[in-house]
């Protein structure tokens, strides 16, 4: 994933929140029942770990594993010979790949997969827009922009229905750049380690030096 994929994905994991997340998304005037769905889905995960594949600009594909533990911590472990890693903290979002001297931090509100860590997480009633509620190969798909910045992108929420199963996402940033991220086997209710979602990575400058 080169560097402009890496901060589709992040500004972007981030297109719908680039102003700041809280966790609150506008919808129409009376409630959607699916959008209420997906609320009490959201509200009842803890923690879950899955794994992903991401498909970038340009048509890079890459795999990992993804581990979330609610509130404020998540974390994408890119399969090697990849070696970018992310890892929110609770606080913040660490982002750093050692073969491409890249290394970024952001408040966690300014990533897009702030969806995944939110709590509560409000989807009617706020700063980002629920576009729309759609059925599209077999699962329900919400459809996520800010409120006062709609121009700056959007996220395509995807799950599956009956047991209700988050399955991915889609990102466009105001490009029209597409970052989608599937996720298969999905398991909740895990034991997950603090030191997950704590930066695990060598000092910063070494990073930049690439490693040395």
Do not use: C, H
């Not at 009842?44 to 890459?62: D, E, K, Y």
């Not at 706020?126 to 059925?135: C, F, M, N, S």
């Not at 105001?174 to 930066?199: C, E, I, Y």
């Amino acid at each position: 994933m080169n560097t402009r994929s890496r901060r589709t994905f992040l500004a972007g994991l981030g297109a719908a929140t680039a102003a700041g997340f809280t966790g609150s998304f506008a919808s129409a005037q009376t409630a959607n029942p699916d959008v209420s769905a997906v609320e009490r889905y959201f509200n009842g995960l803890r923690t879950m770990q899955a794994r992903f594949v991401q498909s970038n600009p340009g048509g890079t594909v890459v795999q990992g594993t993804l581990s979330v533990r609610r509130p404020g911590r998540m974390r994408f472990e890119y399969d090697p010979p990849s070696q970018l890693k992310i890892v929110a903290d609770g606080s913040q979002v660490t982002m750093w790949d050692i073969a491409n001297r890249d290394f970024g931090q952001w408040p966690i509100g300014w990533t897009a997969a702030s969806f995944l860590v939110k709590e509560p997480m409000v989807l009617q009633g706020g700063d980002l827009t629920v576009e729309k509620v759609e059925r599209a190969d077999g699962m329900l798909q919400l459809t996520l922009s800010q409120a006062r910045k709609p121009q700056e992108g959007k996220v395509i929420v995807r799950l599956a229905e009956n047991p209700m199963v988050l399955r991915g996402w889609t990102i466009i940033d105001n490009r029209g750049q597409r970052v989608d991220v599937s996720l298969n086997g999905l398991q909740t209710g895990l034991q997950l380690a603090d030191s997950l979602f704590k930066f695990d990575g060598p000092d910063a400058s070494i990073i930049r030096r690439g490693g040395r």
